[in-house]
Antibody
Framework: EVQVVESGGGLVQPGGSLRLSCAGS????????MSWLRQAPGKGLEWVAN????????YYVDSVKGRFTISRDNAKNSLYLQMNSLRAEDTAIYYC??????????WGQGTLVTVSS | DIQMTQSPSTLSASVGDRVTITCRASQSITTSLAWYQQKPGKAPNVLIYKASSLQSGVPSRFSGSGSGTEFTLTISSLQPDDFATYYCQQHNSYPRTFGQGTKVEIK
């Protein structure tokens, strides 16, 4: 069974940093594109970033470019999202997902990030 | 960025109804469109990819069609488990973008 589990969310002050992690099981993470997506409270879905199976390509939504970094460690079956210079508008549930041909197939249950003073 | 617009935003329907949701792209995305279902407090689940391909395990009452800029998701006979919010997403170019969602409510 494919499983994706996020961790690392929490409360952080504006301007602070947080690192999210995602552990995959039941599939070969090293062969998969992986994505981070988010959903602000009561709002719709937003794609944040994705990364090629070998880490050789990375893409970001404009609102996080220069602040967030997606990375992976295939040996540990893990995906990461380093989030710096956090803003109130980054408050959301962050989902990790295994991608198919451009869309997200298997989603985790999400981890809540709250940016507030 | 490609803008995705869904209609309607909210839809009231009864069990057994045929339901259609529309998604329009601001420019052609060929058939690079996915549909997701999300229930309250849960992660989304993919229903359809490449506009009309049914994801494994998804009931056949769900179908998708369209190409270019206009797409539809159809539920042939609405079931109690189908009351949820539905999102379209283009996967033709970066950044990937979603529609604003369509909430299907019980009439």
């Amino acid at each position: 069974e494919v499983q994706v589990v996020e961790s690392g969310g929490g409360l952080v002050q504006p301007g602070g940093s947080l690192r999210l992690s995602c552990a995959g099981s039941g599939f070969t993470l090293s062969s998969s594109w992986m994505s981070w997506l988010r959903q602000a409270p009561g709002k719709g879905l937003e794609w944040v970033a994705n990364i090629k199976h070998d880490g050789g390509e990375k893409y970001y939504v404009d609102s996080v470019k220069g602040r967030f970094t997606i990375s992976r460690d295939n040996a540990k079956n893990s995906l990461y999202l380093q989030m710096n210079s956090l803003r109130a508008e980054d408050t959301a549930i962050y989902y990790c997902a295994r991608d198919g041909a451009g869309y997200s197939i298997d989603w985790g249950q999400g981890t809540l990030v709250t940016v507030s003073s | 960025d490609i803008q995705m617009t869904q209609s309607p935003s909210t839809l009231s329907a009864s069990v057994g109804d045929r339901v259609t949701i529309t998604c329009r792209a601001s420019q052609s995305i060929t058939t690079s469109l996915a549909w997701y279902q999300q229930k309250p407090g849960k992660a989304p689940n993919v229903l359809i990819y490449k506009a009309s391909s049914l994801q494994s395990g998804v009931p056949s009452r769900f179908s998708g069609s369209g190409s270019g800029t206009e797409f539809t998701l159809t539920i042939s006979s609405l079931q109690p488990d189908d009351f949820a919010t539905y999102y379209c997403q283009q996967h033709n170019s970066y950044p990937r973008t979603f529609g604003q969602g369509t909430k299907v409510e019980i009439k």
